[in-house]
T-cell receptor, first 115, second 116 residues
Framework: AQSVTQLGSHVSVSEGALVLLRCNYSSSVPPYLFWYVQYPNQGLQLLLKYTTGATLVKGINGFEAEFKKSETSFHLTKPSAHMSDAAEYFCAVRNNAGNNRKLIWGLGTSLAVNP | EPEVTQTPSHQVTQMGQEVILRCVPISNHLYFYWYRQILGQKVEFLVSFYNNEISEKSEIFDDQFSVERPDGSNFTLKIRSTKLEDSAMYFC??????????????FGPGTRLTVT
């Protein structure tokens, strides 16, 4: 069975500081990994994804994440936080084989950016 | 840019009542999904739908739940007799395909269901 653990339900950074949101996954098959962002009163928007190939993936709004198989991690980073990055961030995993296409989600991390 | 839409944005209903949550997926997408998020908990998969039939469902998706694609554009989730524990944000999603890059799921803004 697949699962996702996001360490830290709340992360607070200063504007301009590094953002690091942690995600570890468990999967018995090669996973597809995703980060979604949810701004207040809005839906879930895809930030970036890893399917195959390059393990460092870049997404929208300056975010990137690195797939580390040995550590079963897919941490999300951004070099310099902006006030507009304040949102809820969700890591998710999906089976990349067979007919199982559902996303398995982490609990989410709420990012606050302080001026 | 095409997007998934959901109506209503907020639905309040009494326990035991039937509710229908509506979604309009992106027009050329073939796979449809419902997820829900109870306040403070993880987003949970409910059901996926392809070619006019359910392709997968979770344990949550019991006989009280049903999905339908009544026409070429809408995708609905019906809860036959709502319970207090059905109170949650319900998200609809759609994807072009099921694998690789075509399997990327696009989400609607959600419907907040409150059962009193």
């Amino acid at each position: 069975a697949q699962s996702v653990t996001q360490l830290g339900s709340h992360v607070s950074v200063s504007e301009g500081a590094l953002v690091l949101l942690r995600c570890n996954y468990s999967s018995s098959v090669p996973p597809y990994l995703f980060w979604y962002v949810q701004y207040p009163n809005q839906g879930l928007q895809l930030l970036l994804k890893y399917t195959t190939g390059a393990t460092l993936v870049k997404g929208i709004n300056g975010f990137e994440a690195e797939f580390k198989k040995s550590e079963t991690s897919f941490h999300l980073t951004k070099p310099s936080a902006h006030m507009s990055d304040a949102a809820e961030y969700f890591c998710a995993v999906r089976n990349n084989a067979g007919n199982n296409r559902k996303l398995i989600w982490g609990l989410g991390t709420s990012l606050a950016v302080n001026p | 840019e095409p997007e998934v839409t959901q109506t209503p944005s907020h639905q309040v209903t009494q326990m035991g009542q039937e509710v229908i949550l509506r979604c309009v997926p992106i027009s050329n997408h073939l796979y449809f999904y419902w997820y829900r998020q109870i306040l403070g908990q993880k987003v949970e998969f409910l059901v996926s739908f392809y070619n006019n039939e359910i392709s997968e469902k979770s344990e949550i998706f019991d006989d009280q739940f049903s999905v339908e694609r009544p026409d070429g554009s809408n995708f609905t989730l019906k809860i036959r007799s709502t319970k207090l524990e059905d109170s949650a944000m319900y998200f609809c999603a759609s994807s072009i395909g099921s694998g690789g890059s075509t399997g990327e799921q696009y989400f609607g803004p959600g419907t907040r269901l409150t059962v009193t």
